[in-house]
C-alpha cells in the first residue's frame, strides 16, 4: 500500500500507463471548487482563454490549491518517489456540446521532458464520461514513443493537434471520473478523447505534468514549481505559489511562464496557435 494507492493502483500504472479512479475530494468539494474557478472567470472574462488556459495555477488560488493537495501529491509520491517538481498546469474545458477534441497522443512527445517518466494527474470538476467526452486510454502502449503528424485541425484542442496514425484502437478504454476524482496517465501513454455531447461543461484541470527533480529539459532553460522533497540537481528556475487571485506580479509571471512553454511545445513545428 503506498500512502493514496493501493498495491494494485500501483501495478496497473505500471502495467497499464494509467490509473483511475482515484477520488481526492467529497462532490461538495469539488462543486465548491468548480464554483470558485466559475467565479474567477465570470470576474476576469478573457484571463482563461487561449494559451492563459496554462498554468492559471500560477494565478488562481483554488487551482492552486488544487495543485498542491496533500492527497493529490501522496498519490503522486507513490508512483513517482518523494521529489516531485511540477511542470506546469493546463484547464481542459470542453463546453457543453463542444466540438472540441483530442487526437492519439503522448503527451511526452512534444513536452523536451527526458528521461520519460513524468506523469500528469487530471482531475475532474464536473463528470467526465463517454457522454461528455472523456479520455480514453489504450493501455500498455508506454513502451515507446510513436511517430506523431502534426494536423492542426480545427476542433482538434491540443497545441498542434499532433496525432499518432494507423493506430489500433480496439483496445481503448474510456475513462469514467465522478466530480472530485483524478486519473493518473504516464506523459508515454497514448490517449484521446471525443467531443463533449453533454449539456454540462466537461471541467478537467490537468497537472501537467509532476517530475522527479533529475528530469531534464532538453528544448530550453525552463521554469517549474516545487511540490514536494528536495531538489539537489538544479534542472529548473524555481518559481513560487500565488498569494492571491490575479495578482499583477503572479500573471505577469503566469505570462511569462507560458511564452517559455510555448516555445517548447511549439519548437521545430512550422506554425503556432494561440494556446
Ligand atoms: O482533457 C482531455 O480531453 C485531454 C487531456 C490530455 O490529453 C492530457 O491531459 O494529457
Sequence with gaps: MGKVLTDAQMEAFHRDGFVAPITIFSEEEALR?????????????????????????????????????????DAAEDLIGPDILNCGTVLF????????????????????????????????LSHANEHSGSMRMIPGTHDRIRA????????NILTRGQEIEDLDESTAVTLDLKPGQMSIHSDRVIHSSLPNQSDDRRIGFVLQCFIPPYVKQTVRPMVAQHVRGQ????????????????????????????????EVLYHGAEKRRNF
Design 33 to 73: 471548487l468548480r464554483r470558485e474557478l466559475e467565479a474567477a472567470e465570470a470576474k476576469w472574462p478573457g484571463a482563461f482563454e487561449g494559451a492563459a488556459r496554462n498554468n492559471a495555477h500560477l494565478n488562481i488560488m483554488c487551482l492552486d490549491e488544487i495543485t498542491h493537495h496533500p492527497r493529490i501529491v
Design 93 to 124: 474545458i470542453k463546453e457543453a456540446h463542444d466540438p472540441g477534441f483530442v487526437s492519439w497522443h503522448q503527451d511526452a512527445r512534444y513536452m523536451g521532458l527526458e528521461p520519460h517518466v513524468g506523469i500528469t494527474l487530471w482531475v475532474a
Design 148 to 155: 506523431h503528424k502534426d494536423t492542426f485541425g480545427e476542433e
Design 231 to 262: 531538489d539537489p540537481y538544479g534542472n529548473f528556475e524555481m518559481i513560487g505559489r500565488p498569494k492571491r487571485d490575479m495578482d499583477p506580479d503572479d500573471v505577469f509571471m503566469r505570462d511569462r511562464v507560458n511564452q517559455v512553454w510555448s
